[in-house]
């Protein structure tokens, strides 16, 4: 939070508490003003932003650092931790909340381990699973359909979804479905909000897939050569995705951003894009749209099949 002039800018708010650099992983609890953030210093860091307006003096002290006669009046307030979270052992590259609880939420980090957390029982993890990927994780994303379901994306080139009911206290469990269909890092993942079983992943391969785990057991000839569950895939970036977002107005929208690359071709962009809706509809809905299509040209009914000649004018000189 900034406040701007033309002379000068300063932030509304400092949260304090990590003791090193704090650049990777941040998160805002979609139900109440709490901020979340992940470090180099291996913690995860856990804010309300309304402990800044909260009434100075407490049994303990006020925990807003007060400006006034003395200090530096133009120096922005800060507020402290509501809890600082150990139980990394490496930078913890991001943090997400629960959908259906503040006081929950989960962490991944270069350690390779995906950590659930309950700032009610402690500051100690309620479940650690020690290797979630067989590379640093980069990024994670909590199912706001499906409270149970966590996607996590690595440095291994997959994405995995798990299942926290199958995991428990001692980091036992395995992913549900490891979803292999990029060739470099896995830079962000995030679940669609139009369809719970519908998620993206960005990569440093430059590309954005597109994803539906209901279609992982279903097998289509059309598809055989397609990595299981990926139904469509944005190449129009030239370097690494390094982020993207879905739309929460506009169903089916995305917007993504590429990092700044050294080659000639460019890149550095962000692209605003709609697939079209043939790709993601029921297809029972689409085919019968299509044959209503076809009944407008009749031509289209004697079209011949491949590899038989073509019987609807046999004058016809190639």
């Not at 998160?27 to 291996?42: I, N, Q, R, Y």
């Not at 309950?118 to 909590?142: E, F, I």
């Not at 926290?164 to 395995?174: A, E, H, I, K, P």
């Not at 369809?195 to 000839?221: C, H, P, R, T």
Request: proline residues 6%.
């Amino acid at each position: 939070m900034w406040y701007t002039t033309i002379a000068n800018s300063r932030p509304d708010l400092i949260l304090t508490g990590h003791q090193d650099n704090a650049e990777f992983s941040l998160a805002m609890c979609p139900t109440e003003p709490f901020v979340l953030s992940g470090g180099k210093d291996k913690s995860v860091v856990l804010w309300s932003i309304q402990d800044h307006i909260t009434t100075a003096g407490t049994a303990s002290g006020s925990i807003i650092k007060q400006t006034g006669e003395g200090s530096d009046k133009n120096k922005s307030p800060s507020v402290s931790p509501r809890g600082v979270y150990h139980g990394h052992d490496d930078t913890v590259e991001d943090v997400a909340f629960s959908p259906t609880s503040e006081q929950e939420f989960c962490s991944v980090g270069d350690d390779s381990c995906l950590i659930l957390w309950d700032a009610r029982t402690g500051t100690n993890p309620v479940t650690k699973v020690a290797k979630a990927h067989d590379a640093d994780l980069h990024c994670v994303d909590w199912n706001p359909h499906e409270d149970n379901l966590i996607l996590t994306g690595s440095a291994d080139n997959t994405v995995r979804l798990f299942d926290r009911r199958s995991l428990t206290s001692n980091g036992v469990g395995s992913p549900i479905y490891k979803f292999e269909g990029h060739k470099a890092a896995v830079l962000c993942v995030q679940w669609s909000p139009d369809k719970s079983s519908v998620f993206g992943s960005s990569a440093e391969d430059g590309l954005l897939n597109i994803w539906d785990y209901d279609m992982v057991s279903k097998k289509s000839g059309r598809a055989a050569k397609s990595p299981a569950g990926l139904f469509f895939q944005h190449a129009g970036h030239r370097d690494k995705v390094v982020d993207f977002h879905w739309s929460a107005s506009d169903p089916w929208t995305i917007v993504s951003v590429s990092d700044d690359c050294e080659t000639t071709g460019g890149g550095g962009t962000l692209q605003i894009w709609r697939m079209s809706e043939l790709i993601f509809r029921p297809e029972d809905e689409v085919l019968q749209e299509l044959e209503k299509f076809v009944s407008h040209f009749p031509m289209l009914h004697a079209w011949p099949e491949p590899n038989e000649p073509d019987q609807t004018n046999p004058t016809t000189k190639v």
